[in-house]
């Protein structure tokens, strides 16, 4: 098949959810495409997808309605993979392959930054992922003449506000920093298309626990089965012109192309990834390893209901909708039977999360009610807690993982003042919210200070 999709990212994510869909269009329509998938960080798992020729299933499970859904399909669109840290020119020539009409992106929340100490000198690849793409689009480029017909869609999966707005700013300003072409530049704004998006599908990744029993199901000694739940949602707000490229509903995929996402934007991160952000926090302190343990779980299980129905539903508004059944859908999902989600993998960049995902609730909580949520506050000091104790155990970045290794022997008022003022964490001084100190300090000690349960049972 012509190479039609360039992807930055190899994790379970992207391939549960857009390689998965891009095999629907090649089976079930006449679109026929592609996917490179490049591997955007140092250390990834791009070997393992070129020692199987870039094959794995899919294992999508659920209940949706009164039917079960139990399908394994044997993704066979990924053509090839790159690793651009050791294969420069493979990932250059990606550039160069004339179908290319997609680039798709999901580097985590973390992903998506500029950082003007970024500057690689010739024949050397750029830090950020926004850099690395500005050196391939430059490279398109150069290679078709600057023709308006080469330049590209972008759709980043990334979980931030305005994901495809924040994207484009970062490369105009590498173009600016790298004093690159205007010419080039007038071809990244007239011509290249960036959506913003919202992706909806919960991903646990690599069923370890039942792998055996489905190698035996599928027949193949597959190192990279994906597991998902049946349900999925990609809202897209983009120009028409991208319809014409990714023929989601001649698929029959749940794909909504609209004017402005920001409503489905604000109910889902605030509900589904906001109730999966503090859920981590809380539910590993409780010695809980999985989402269906803590949203069944007698006392945790009832902390989740109240932050999601209590807390974080009051400062949602849907025009046409109602935040309460989109929640009582979103905690169905949690409870899926099929799904092992371990807490421990959802803890990935916890601190980006809970300032992208939580946060802004808190603070409009506040404006509304006039006090802060207690229970989301409560997963705040539960993340300095966790990050304190398990700080070689997590994943995040290198400077905030080393932050908490460093205030090893800080005193408890001293530890929740030093993390509640780093902007670089924040991007603000969460000392300055009216009772935010005080009430992260107090229960931070609670915490510190008692078990975790009659912790949560005191709030």
Not at 95 to 109: C, F, H, K, R
């Amino acid at each position: 098949m012509p190479l039609k999709v360039i992807q930055f990212g190899e994790g379970n994510f992207l391939r549960a959810f857009i390689d998965w869909m891009i095999d629907v269009f090649n089976k079930e329509t006449d679109y026929s495409g592609g996917v490179a998938i490049v591997q955007p960080i140092e250390h990834g798992m791009v070997s393992v997808l070129k020692q199987q020729d870039g094959l794995y299933h899919h294992l999508r499970q659920g209940i949706e309605g009164d039917k079960t859904i139990d399908e394994i399909r044997k993704i066979e669109c990924v053509t090839s993979t790159v690793n651009p840290f050791e294969y420069q020119d493979a990932f250059f020539s990606l550039a160069e392959q004339p179908e290319v009409e997609l680039i798709v992106s999901n580097t985590t929340e973390a992903g998506i930054e500029f950082k003007e100490n970024d500057q690689p000198g010739d024949n050397e690849l750029a830090d950020t992922f926004p850099g690395k793409l500005t050196q391939l689009l430059k490279h398109r480029f150069d290679h078709f003449g600057g023709a308006a017909d080469k330049a590209v869609s972008i759709l980043p999966c990334e979980l931030i506000e305005s994901n495809g707005d924040k994207l484009k700013e970062c490369i105009l300003k590498y173009i600016n920093l790298w004093d690159l072409s205007d010419e080039f530049k007038a071809w990244i704004t007239e011509h290249t298309n960036f959506a913003n998006t919202l992706v909806d599908r919960i991903v646990p990744g690599y069923p370890k626990d039942e792998i055996k029993e489905i190698k035996e199901r599928i027949g193949y000694d597959d190192n990279l089965v994906v597991k998902s739940e049946a349900f999925h949602l990609f809202v897209v707000q983009a120009p028409k012109a991208l319809q014409n490229i990714f023929p989601a509903e001649e698929a029959g995929l749940n794909v909504k192309f609209v004017d402005d996402i920001t409503p489905y934007r604000t109910q889902k991160v605030r509900i589904l990834n906001g109730a999966h952000t503090s859920m981590v926090q809380i539910g590993l302190l409780s010695g809980l390893e999985t989402v269906a343990e803590a949203i069944d779980h007698e006392v945790v299980g009832e902390m989740m209901q109240e932050i999601m129905f209590d807390e974080i539903v009051p400062t949602i508004q849907i025009p046409g909708g109602d935040p309460k059944e989109f929640a009582k859908e979103i905690k169905g999902r949690f409870k899926n039977p099929f799904i092992r989600h371990e807490l421990i993998d959802i803890s990935l960049n916890s601190v980006s999360k809970y300032k992208v995902r939580v946060l802004p609730t808190v603070l409009d909580y506040l404006k509304i009610k006039g006090e802060l949520p207690k229970r989301l506050v409560f997963a705040l000091a539960c993340l300095i807690k966790l990050y304190k104790d398990r700080h070689d155990e997590l994943r995040d970045d290198a400077e905030n993982l080393q932050f908490f290794s460093e205030r090893q022997d800080l005193a408890d008022e001293e530890l929740v003042d030093q993390v509640l003022n780093n902007k670089s964490m924040w991007e603000q001084d969460l000392t300055k919210v009216d009772g935010m100190r005080d009430l992260v300090l107090r229960f931070y000690r609670s915490i510190s200070s008692t078990e975790m349960l009659k912790a949560i049972q005191t709030i």
